[in-house]
């Protein structure tokens, strides 16, 4: 079919790279955002008809026909309320605390999936497939059909919902003193959001003893050998009114924090009653880091850049190990059973070990679920960061009289977007918007290179020299290029990288980039003198990692103030030549 289509493009003279394209957005197949990397990756994005048609036969089930199964049992009384983002539709997790005696009772409160999911049912299959779900600013690709995520499952204010509660009782320093994991049904009493919990951690009791307790959770962990290395979330929403906006968001607000402890220690107690259990699960670990440079708490945004380039990789596994990053001696995941397939996975899988029918899953079977997990959680990562990317490139260029002329002469390499995004987000500024030389362009003849040294066959990896700033009235200037459309941003061709030994070296520039230099205001444009060359600077000695440095001027005297940025890249472009 592939082969059927190019020849009938090639025989329409469509043969540019993004006629096919604009074919489909004319033919009103495609939308002008349509979300291609989505479509490359092979991700499923509508759910079969028997699993549709499942989905919508279920029915929500009534307080009293929950509690006929002997097990559950009923906390409906209790105080509980959830914490979620304010466009939230699948609430997975609800919380609720108590003053004991000896201490304090926490409960972590998780939707039961696996009452409507079953086990190799075609909507276990389907969510093994799709997961994780996946979240973009102009929609969602959930792993759960809505019928699931959005009603049955989800812990919404005054309705019945079967739970596997997570009971743990702290002593007053924080100490974890006992747990009990036991199938419920609870109803959630308030609805909050982050900003509301922010607003009112100090005024609400319960609120203010949770935040309390998990600051002494977090600093148990940090004991431990626990990193928190956080760093800014860049947000992207599309107003109703059009448009797109981005936003710098902390990670680390008191309600996020307190969120993500609490989580954190529901997951480490699931794993470690699978551990106890001697059953075979799907753990969560990370290996110490190759180098410690950070005290892992209140670092600074550098400290923490610099620090999480030495973490050393996480790893699924089906038996129980440590995770560094958490301090903890092992961790699984099961608060996310809407959103997540290995939550699903091992909340089905405790849930056959409470009722005391042995593991549900083999470790044969664990492994499998290794395998797909991995797949498809590279698939989706790939899918997210080149959406994010290209939602990104759409803000700046409804930025033209800031961003526009750079990205005519810096192109759209990665560095450029780092230093771009930077500049939007605060971290630094963009130099003065370039002058490109219209007179080396021609109709119909081709400007001649700079004369080369034939036997120079090294290669010189896309960069662009940040160096030019407003300090001193320099300019960045680069002849010739075009901006291609913002949809083929996604993909970067890949390309031999630098051989061992050449890794920071200083090369002379290929011919067809000898027009971009840094011009001094008062010289002459054609002097070789009045060019700097980029130094090309490989971060920690490994190819593919670009800095943009500044360097002192030809003539002499103190380069400029400027920041460095960095960017990754997926190697040096070989030049023909």
Sequence with gaps: EAETVRNLLKKAGLTGPHDPYLVLLRAGVWQENENIPLRRSGHPRAFSDQAMELATSLRESTAEELLADPRRRDLRDLPIFTIDGAETLDYDDALHVERQEDGFLIGVHITDVSRVVTPNDILFREAQERAPSLYFPENQIPMLPAAIAHNLCSLVQGSPRPALSFLLHLSPEGELLRTRITPSVIEVKRQLTYDQVDQCLDTDADLSLLGRLCQKLRRRRLDNGALF????????????????????????????????????????????????????????????????????????????????????????????????????????????????????????????????????????????????????????????????????????????????????????????????????????????????????????????????????RRELPRTIDARASAHDGRQLVRRGGSVPPLYGMGACPRARRDPPGRQGARLPAPAHRRGMGVRSPGGAQGRRDRFSRPRLSHARGRPGTLCLVREQPVGGGPAPPSRVAQAQSPGPIRHPG
């Design 229 to 456: 290395l956080p760093l800014p979330d860049v947000n992207i929403s599309l107003p109703a009114d059009g448009g797109i906006k981005v936003t710098l968001a902390p990670v680390e607000t008191p309600a996020r924090t307190l969120v993500a402890e609490l989580m954190i220690l529901a997951n480490s107690a699931a794993a470690n009653y699978l551990a106890c259990q001697e059953a075979p699960g799907l753990y969560r670990s990370q290996p110490p880091p190759r180098k410690r440079i950070a005290t892992g708490f209140n670092d600074g945004i550098l400290l923490v850049a610099q620090q999480r380039r030495f973490l050393s990789r996480g790893e699924l596994t089906i038996s129980a190990k440590a995770h560094s990053g958490l301090g903890l001696p092992c961790y699984t995941t099961v608060t996310s059973p809407i959103r997540r397939f290995l939550d699903l996975a091992m909340q089905m899988q405790i849930s056959s070990l409470l009722r005391g029918k042995g593991a549900l899953f083999s470790p044969a079977q664990c492994q499998e679920f290794v395998a797909s997990l991995n797949r498809n959680l590279v698939r989706a990562m790939a899918v997210r960061q080149q959406r994010h990317r290209f939602w990104i490139l759409r803000y700046l260029m409804m930025l033209p009289m800031l961003v526009s002329p750079f990205l005519a002469s810096a192109g759209h390499g990665r560095a450029a977007m780092a230093l771009i995004i930077a500049s939007v987000l605060g971290f630094t500024r963009l130099p003065p918007a370039p002058e490109v030389d219209r007179d080396a362009r021609h109709d119909g003849e081709q400007r001649q290179p700079r004369e080369r040294d034939p036997g120079d």
